[in-house]
């Protein structure tokens, strides 16, 4: 048998996102990996971001992303860019930022809770090897008293149809997903959470006597095009329309409305991959503190 040339080799090996193999092994089986990346420089500098638009976030949950204040938006992702670009880029195969946010929950607040959902589709996962990454950095420690992360490990390979901002789709399965198969991520100040953007997600309330802030961010492969998804609820609930959008299309469209600027790509069924309980419980496994 003849060995490979480099340039097969290259053709046929799956693409990377993280340079680390252990930590390649991780995001591809579970879907997330946890990063000691921040200094104490960078949490001051990115807490001294959230201070600027704290009054912004004055809601149960907000994260800048979401604000109509272009302005703001624009700026905390200038100063948040800056930063992963210095500490995130490095350990990734070749990405780019394409947002930063900062996202905080008040304090006791029952409205503060995040359902579980998977975040919208920013490039083609159906590509081999192609997904975008959600960048996750709590500025304080976080337990699931202020409202940390829970994920569903494994949940990135059950749906990577096109989507748009919502929801699980899957809701008659939430009960089981929440009561067996969901994990509670603890993390420290100064550690970065890199999840596959498929990945079943969603956080309790914060329940501490502080806001729980959070720098955030969203990375893509260098050579991919960056897509949004729409729905239209009210005139064709059940299709999804794919775009191809600006570089700084996250950073200064609404989201949930239709595109006022890229190129409409394509009108899709908006049907996810087909989940049942089944299929559910072969895919996944229980964790342990909730089996």
Known sequence: MTRPTIKET????????????????????DGYVVLPLLTEGDLAALRAVYDRVAQAHDDGFMASVLHDDLAMRAGVH???????????????EEFRIIVGSVAAKAANSDSSSVGLHQDLSFVDENRPGHLALSI???????????????????????NSNWREPSGLPYRELIPVIEGEFMQALPMRAGEVLLMDSRTFHGSPPN??????????????????????????????????EVWQVPEDFYRQHTIGMR??????????????????????????RPVAANA
Request: aromatic share 4%; glycine share 6%.
């Open 10 to 29: 290259a053709m046929t090996r799956p693409r990377r996102a993280l340079r680390d193999p252990h930590s390649e092994d991780l995001l591809r089986r």
């Open 78 to 92: 200038s100063a948040l860019a800056e930063i992963w670009q210095a500490r995130v880029l490095p350990v990734l």
């Open 136 to 158: 996750w950095a709590p500025l304080q420690d976080v337990t699931p008293e202020n409202g940390c992360l829970s994920l569903t490990p494994g949940s990135h390979l059950l």
């Open 207 to 240: 329940f501490s006597d502080r806001p729980r802030v959070v720098a955030a961010g969203v990375a893509i492969p260098a050579e991919s095009p960056l897509f949004y998804v729409h729905r239209d609820h009210g005139d064709n609930p059940d299709q999804v």
């Open 259 to 284: 595109p006022a600027e890229g190129r409409h790509l394509a009108t899709l069924a908006g049907d996810p991959e087909p989940l049942d309980e089944a299929r559910l419980r072969r895919a996944l």
